[in-house]
């Protein structure tokens, strides 16, 4: 699984300049940083699924799988957003809800700012992550999982967390043709009507890149209608952000 590769990557990560450090391992394709607070960042690509990570954070006091961080996807300004807990991590190790959207913006930053939020008698800890200017490595990986290293769409993506829930979810049907990978995701921007009717959706970012479930997903999230979480009456024009998965197991 590429999560557990990551984890075990991570352990075996040693601090040097620096630099992205580009590994090659059991069809694992990765390019990772490891900071002297014991922080690190890491992009993989593997049977053409593509994950971006952050791992050596405080171990999460619950159990929760998400966790909300703030970071600097827009900087200078901080703003909040919920990260996957990797399983059998405590949450010091999770990923972005986007991959390829984080990705291409630290190959184009200078730096990353990540800001964990307090939690019970532990204090907010910020981390101010400079990145090299060399990011070839990084690169490899993101072009090995074809995912484009510039793309203008990610402009609009706003990582807060979703003030809306599916009141209706939508009608999930298989893709008419399948993705050759067993897992696939989409990330899809949509502005709604008073009713909580999707439309006017974008998609941001797919997963594995060009599987062609990004353009089934867009067809089917229309058939769905979200709410407000605390209740209050939808407002034409808001704008909310999901991501649709597809999976296939065998039997």
């Known amino acids: ?35 002297d607070v014991g922080v690190t960042l890491s992009a993989a690509c593997r049977n053409g699924r593509f994950v971006f990570a952050l791992g050596g954070l405080p171990a999460m006091a619950g159990s929760e799988g998400t966790r909300k961080l703030d970071v600097s996807l827009r900087a200078p300004v901080l703003v909040s957003s919920a990260w996957s807990v990797a399983p059998n991590s405590n949450g010091s190790v999770v990923l972005a809800p986007a991959p390829s959207i984080y990705a291409r ?33 990084l690169d490899a990986v993101m072009t090995a999982c074809e995912i484009a290293l510039e793309n203008a769409a990610d402009a609009i993506y706003d990582p807060r967390p979703l003030d809306v829930v599916w009141a209706v979810p939508p009608r999930i049907t298989p893709p008419p043709t399948l993705p050759s990978a067993s897992y696939a995701e989409a990330l899809i921007q949509c502005s ?5 009717k999707p439309k006017d959706c974008a998609l941001l970012d797919e997963n594995p890149a060009r599987s062609g479930f990004g353009r089934h997903a867009l067809r089917m999230i229309t058939s769905g209608r979200v709410e407000r979480i605390d209740g209050a009456p939808m407002q034409a024009g808001g704008v909310f952000t999901t991501r649709m998965t597809f999976s296939m197991t065998e039997r």
């Open 105 to 137: 913006h630290l190959r184009s930053s200078e730096s990353f700012t990540v800001r964990i939020p307090a939690e019970g008698d532990r204090r907010a800890q910020r981390y101010q992550l400079a990145l090299p200017r060399d990011h070839a490595a």
């Open 1 to 35: 699984m590429i999560v557990g590769l990551l984890l075990a990557l991570a352990q075996e990560a040693v601090v040097s300049d620096l630099a992205w450090t580009a590994t090659k391992k059991d069809g694992l394709e990765a390019a990772s940083i490891e900071y």
């Open 192 to 196: 709604v009507d008073e009713r909580g």
